[in-house]
């Protein structure tokens, strides 16, 4: 019984943040598809897209090219299940995101592998053990000259989801699995130091826990922490400062949020003030950036890059504040903004013109993701659009995907 209701807590703290969960394609001939015609080796081993017309396909097409047939999902132990998971193609699709939760919610609503393993009660015990016996080629991730991209082929991306996913279900460990969390994390940590242990990446875990509860709990502090605690007493000095600019005015307060540094304030434009971040210090390196850019020109090739990763601005900011890719705002959302007399409600679900703002909502309304239309089109297979993608760039897509990855219903602002 505590197994099953460790297994319930575990998959609620994911789909609490999910639209509609939707299975993978059931149908019979993805036993014949891309997966199966080619022979590819257990655990998505031999996936190349480059063998594909991958760039032609649309993203539901492409999680449906790599759905496995529910049937076989279903038969998996949770160490296969687990296996299946960390070698997915699309887990660097985790960068789509600037918050864990929604990255789990994401994998699990387009992915039946996915889901079935995050409902396992088993979970969190196989992917500790997986976390412990996973080998990571640090060294890898400085090297420029790999033909593929150094996150995926090292190993790194694997335990970036490990953390994320980990940071999620916290909650739901026992004593001794934190005990043992803490003890791999000391170990992986150990091996980065002098090579990768700068990168913001290299700390998600405890990021992750400190936007959840708003403090790293005792018992799951390692030395990882040190660099961490060490930034947030050099900058405590700093937090009086204060700043403004045109249209932000500063409270003074300097907080440390989602792996970065911001001043809180407010932000007026339309006739209204809403509260918003502007950017201080603290970002990806160049190495994280490059990284980055290229899993997301190998998985990705459809969607055209704009610009490079940040943590200085989000989707919202670049819809509705400043549309550059010098802009340092972070605004948790645009609400106030789309009431605002300059801006008309057109509908939802429908056609849009460039120029146009649209808001991505999930099935219970909130609102996820802000994008501006830089093609006119009649429905979400053919409007065309901008935004910056997460942690990610700015990427140019067909709305289609981004409401894949981002929610179920779109409303369109002129």
């Known amino acids: 019984m505590k197994a099953l209701k460790r297994g319930i807590i575990v998959a609620f703290c994911i789909f609490m943040y999910l639209g509609v969960n939707v299975k993978a394609t059931t149908t019979e001939d993805l036993y014949s598809s891309y997966n199966f015609q080619k022979g590819i080796s257990l655990y998505y081993d031999s996936f190349d897209p480059n063998e594909l017309n991958w760039e032609a396909l649309t993203l539901r097409e492409q999680v449906e090219t790599l759905s496995l047939p529910v049937e076989m999902v279903e038969t998996l132990s949770t160490e296969e299940l687990a296996k299946w998971a960390l070698n997915y193609p699309l887990l660097a699709d985790l960068f789509l995101f600037d918050n864990a939760k929604e990255a789990m919610s994401y994998f ?8 079935t393993l995050f409902e396992r009660t088993d979970n969190i015990s196989v992917l500790l053990n997986a976390y412990d016996e996973l080998q990571v080629d640090y060294e890898a991730l400085l090297k420029s000259e ?9 190993g790194y991306i694997k335990e970036l989801f490990l953390q994320s996913y980990f940071s999620v279900a916290y909650e739901s460990l026992t004593p001794d699995e934190i005990l043992t969390l803490r003890q791999v994390l000391e170990e992986k940590h150990e091996e980065k130091v002098g090579i990768c242990d700068d990168f913001v990446t290299a700390t998600i875990f405890y990021d992750e826990l400190l936007e959840n509860y708003g403090f790293i709990p005792n018992d799951i502090v390692t030395s990882a922490c040190n660099k961490y605690y060490l930034r947030n007493q050099k900058k405590s000095i700093e937090k009086q400062i204060g700043t403004k600019s045109d249209g932000f005015t500063s409270s003074g307060q300097l907080i440390y949020y989602n792996a970065a540094y911001y001043y809180v304030g407010s932000y007026s434009k339309y006739g209204v003030s809403v509260g918003c971040y502007k950017h201080f210090s603290g970002d990806y390196d160049a190495t994280e950036i490059q990284n980055m850019k290229y899993v997301m020109t190998l998985y990705h090739p459809s969607w055209t890059w704009q610009s490079n990763p940040t943590k200085k601005y989000n989707c919202h900011s670049y819809a509705w504040i400043d549309a550059s890719f010098s802009n340092d705002y972070w605004l948790n959302s645009p609400y106030s903004f789309t009431l605002s007399n300059a801006w008309s409600y057109i509908g939802e679900n ?29 429905d979400c297979n053919s409007i065309n659009t901008i935004s910056k993608m997460g942690d990610n760039g700015v990427y140019s897509a067909i709305l289609a995907d981004v409401i894949l990855v981002y929610g179920t219903d779109y409303k369109v602002y002129r």
């Open 108 to 115: 699990s609503r387009t992915s039946y592998l996915f889901q």
């Open 146 to 154: 790999s033909s593929k991209p150094a996150f995926t082929e090292s």
């Open 350 to 378: 429908c056609a849009a013109n460039v120029g146009d703002r649209i808001i991505i909502s999930d099935a219970y309304g909130t609102i996820k993701h802000s994008l501006i239309v830089n093609q006119t089109g009649n």
